[in-house]
């Protein structure tokens, strides 16, 4: 990658921001079935800034979709509250909802899923305009070359239809089509994991330089952490609902601290195994069921440095350095 991810400093104002915000889910096995609560996410708290491209990474499970889709009021938190611009996302109503559901974007993980496979490119392009009636046709015809440009992609793919289109393409256009409201902030989920490693990169470059060019502020959801590293300017680290780490990127290059973020670090790829440290150990035993969480810190079961105080509770979260901060009863000096 021929970027680097603090190539545009993140402003110190915050344009999205979650406070102690929880997201409950009830859930019943057939009709008769007894209703279960899913604890999808718990007291997570953070800042976006503008600018900034903030990473949310963890294994499947832990909540890291939904965090997104809350920052996009697809979803209501049961617990907490999300402001945007400093104003309660739930506050909005009539045309200011209309403008929030403009200035908040997402790219889902599958550009097929993404694009209505029966419509042009053009099509797909010119649907968000039309629905909000902001330009005349020679308007939208403008802008939509300039979306073209911004992605890299070639005119003629307007008279396309998704099908003829690569997969990098066609993520292109689904980044296009998030593009033409002039959105302020970007949810990115997985969105480059269906995608060949070389057509990663360039998907990669492609968001560093809409963030440089448009002042985006991106929340990148991805499970895989060395592509975190590579693209995002600080990093949340989630583990069944809860915040484990929050963290700058060249933190995160070290492994982090929590004992969750650096068991990941070591179980992902690298290119050379032989860099890897004979002592490193993988992340052992499997994530346990949302349903049913472990009392006190919810890593405990998995964690090879846990002890008795972390089975029976809740880590408060600490702030050992500015921007740092982290779940653990390791690091808590009252512990």
């Not at 402003?11 to 007894?34: C, H, P, Y």
């Not at 739930?90 to 694009?115: H, I, K, T, W």
Request: net charge positive.
């Amino acid at each position: 990658m021929n970027h680097s991810a603090s190539s545009l400093p993140a402003s110190d104002a915050s344009i999205l921001s979650f406070e102690q915000v929880g997201m409950r889910f009830d859930t019943r096995n057939g009709w008769l079935g007894k209703s279960r609560r899913l604890q999808a996410l718990q007291d997570i708290s953070f800042d976006l800034r503008r600018g900034e491209i903030l990473g949310v990474v963890g294994e499947s499970g832990c909540g890291k979709s939904t965090l997104g889709k809350l920052a996009l009021r697809l979803l209501t938190p049961t617990s907490g509250v999300i402001r945007y611009k400093g104003q309660p996302l739930g506050s909005y109503r009539g045309a200011a909802l209309q403008r929030l559901r403009c200035e908040l974007q997402m790219v889902f993980q599958d550009p097929n899923a993404s694009l209505n496979a029966r419509m042009t490119i053009a099509q797909s392009l010119h649907e968000p305009l039309l629905l909000n009636g902001r330009i005349d046709r020679l308007g939208r015809e403008r802008e939509i070359q300039r979306l073209l440009d911004l992605v890299a992609l070639p005119a003629h793919v307007l008279h396309r239809y998704p099908h003829e289109l690569s997969g990098g393409q066609k993520q292109r256009v689904v980044i296009a089509r998030a593009l033409t409201l002039k959105p302020e902030v970007l949810v990115a989920d997985e969105a480059v994991a269906a995608l060949d490693a070389s057509v990663k990169a360039q998907i990669v470059n492609l968001l560093l330089d809409l963030r440089t060019q448009l002042n985006l502020s991106i929340v990148f959801v991805s499970h895989d952490l060395p592509m975190i590293e590579a693209i995002c300017d600080r990093v949340l680290v989630l583990y069944l609902g809860r915040l484990m780490e929050s963290a700058p990127r060249a933190l995160l290059a070290e492994g982090g601290r929590h004992p969750y973020t650096q068991a990941l670090w070591r179980s992902s790829p690298i290119a050379d195994p032989a860099q890897r440290l004979s002592e490193d150990e993988p992340l052992a035993g499997e994530i346990p069921s949302p349903l049913q969480p472990p009392e006190g810190c919810v890593f405990h079961t998995r964690c090879p440095r846990a002890w008795l105080e972390c089975q029976h509770r809740v880590p408060t979260p600490i702030t050992p350095a500015p921007g740092h901060a982290i779940s653990c009863h390791l690091f808590d000096p009252s512990v």
